[in-house]
């Protein structure tokens, strides 16, 4: 794993773990929240910029721009959450959602917990010889 990324090298000094960065244009990003599925961050972008977020693109990713829906892409080396903001001041913030195969996936895990709880709550008596 890479070792000289800006998120490491904060770590390392100390200081809070940036979220995102600007990789085209010219601004600042402001780190405002960080969650477990979730990041926001504000962005004062001089010109138009391209935004992009230290988390790994997967499907289910969304993301939101002054409160409505943008689109993003994966982008670079290691396919980070990119997207393209206009010149001016920002609020956006990523989250992950479920996606139909997630749904089904948590659906099938719930019935696998319900049968095994019903086998070894209703297993029938040991008969003692």
Same mark, same amino acid.
């Given at each position: 794993?890479?070792?000289?990324?800006?998120?490491?090298?904060? #770590?390392?000094?100390?200081?809070?773990? &940036?979220?995102?960065?600007?990789?085209?244009?010219?601004?600042?990003?402001?780190?405002?929240?960080?969650?477990?599925?979730?990041?926001?961050?504000?962005?004062?972008?001089?010109? &138009?910029?391209?935004?992009?977020? #230290?988390?790994?693109? #997967?499907?289910?990713? $969304?993301?939101?721009?002054?409160?409505?829906?943008?689109?993003?892409?994966?982008?670079?080396? #290691?396919?980070?959450?990119?997207?393209?903001?206009?010149?001016?001041?920002?609020?956006?913030?990523? $989250?992950?959602?479920?996606?139909?195969? $997630?749904?089904?996936?948590?659906?099938?895990?719930?019935?696998?917990?319900?049968?095994?709880?019903?086998?070894?709550?209703?297993? &029938? &008596?040991?008969?003692?010889?």
């Amino acid at each position: 794993p890479p070792t000289d990324t800006p998120k490491v090298l904060a #770590y390392l000094e100390g200081k809070p773990i &940036p979220l995102a960065r600007i990789i085209d244009g010219n601004g600042s990003v402001r780190s405002l929240h960080h969650g477990a599925g979730s990041e926001r961050v504000q962005v004062s972008a001089q010109s &138009p910029v391209t935004l992009q977020f #230290y988390t790994y693109f #997967y499907p289910g990713w $969304r993301a939101t721009v002054n409160g409505k829906e943008a689109e993003i892409r994966a982008e670079g080396e #290691y396919a980070l959450i990119t997207l393209d903001l206009p010149a001016g001041e920002h609020d956006v913030g990523i $989250r992950i959602t479920n996606t139909p195969l $997630r749904n089904v996936a948590a659906i099938i895990s719930i019935l696998a917990a319900i049968l095994l709880i019903g086998l070894f709550v209703f297993r &029938p &008596p040991r008969q003692i010889s």
